[in-house]
């Protein structure tokens, strides 16, 4: 049927955004559990799919919360002066150092806006966070996704540090790492990842994403936050949506050097960060024992889950995260599909290539059983 008088298709109204923006694919985020349930009639839906803590968020925090919903009616302090106060004191840095955002994608948009001219790059390996790239492309800039390592090597689909550096040029101006990455879970070895931020020309800047930094305690990762001082061109970036448990509060932050702070809070949007938010965010600091249980328990059910799926013959990848990718083979798609007619959602990530793949959040152990047990299932009945 042809398009209605008026319609976009006629007008041609997506014409008049810019050409980065109209070749951009939107990012797709994981299946919500009241779209699932909608549409197959079901109830009791485990979401597996997004990475967020099984546990939600402090008691703390969801006081905080409650309590901010009071002044609602009025704007969030703009600077976050509470919050900000909180984080410097944990992490040693002054308030200069920091940059609030609507999550941590906001920061990465912000970093992208900032410092990318159509004429410069941005680094980043080939099996990266969906964001690196929108937030490039929107800019004009040129993306250079590197081959990251193949599947036999012992960091399968990890960063190539060698491959990456090699990519740099006298108009890189961004590279983006994420350590844990997201959506392989693959990790970087704190002494490399140092010597490959150390080789960074000055006009570089490195992005180092840390949003499954809590995670990786059983595993001896960086701390990027140590490094500013010898690397003034690092970025760090952090999350209160996983640990935490705030994702659906939307609220991340950047550590930086000051000069680079200040350019970003001077694009930053009024008012990103609710007063909800705000609060709860900074209340969450203050309850330490809630995000030790939540990784602990990750950390536990990473090893265990992987164990299990390992000696069903499934390829798992090496992860530091709360989430394992899991290589089910060509028929990871009807996979998925089959998971979600047993109330299970986890996440296809062809959109990454990695069509044969899914990625598993770590969720309760009981959680986490019932998506083995429906796992083992969908794998016995064949004919996927």
Sequence with gaps: MSPSKGSPTEVGLRRLATPAVQSLAPYLPGKPIDELERELGIRNVVKLA????PFGPSPKAIAAARTALATIGQYPDGGGHELKTKLA??????AEQLTLG???????????????????EAVYSQYA?????IAVHATGATCRSVAALPAGAAMAYGHDLTAMRAAITERTRLVFIANPNNPTGTYVEPQDLLRFIRSMPRSALVVLDEAYFEY???IPLQNGIDWLDECP??????T????????G???????????????????RQPFNVSSVALAAAAAALDDPEHVAHTVAVAISERVRVATVLRQRGLEVAPSAGNFLLVRIGPAAAACYQRLLRAGIIVRPVGNYGLPEHLRITLGTIDENERLLAALTTVLAAGSL
């Design 50 to 53: 997004s990475n967020e803590s």
């Design 89 to 94: 004191r944990l992490h040693g840095v002054s």
């Design 102 to 120: 609507n999550g941590s994608n906001d920061i990465l948009v912000l970093v992208a806006e900032a410092f990318l001219t159509p004429d410069l």
């Design 129 to 133: 966070f969906a964001v690196y790239p």
């Design 216 to 218: 990786a305690r059983s």
């Design 233 to 238: 061109n690092l970025v760090i970036v952090r």
């Design 240 to 247: 209160f949506a996983k640990a935490y448990g705030l994702a």
């Design 249 to 267: 509060l939307r609220i991340g932050y950047a550590v930086s050097h000051p000069e680079v702070a200040d350019m970003l809070n001077r694009i």
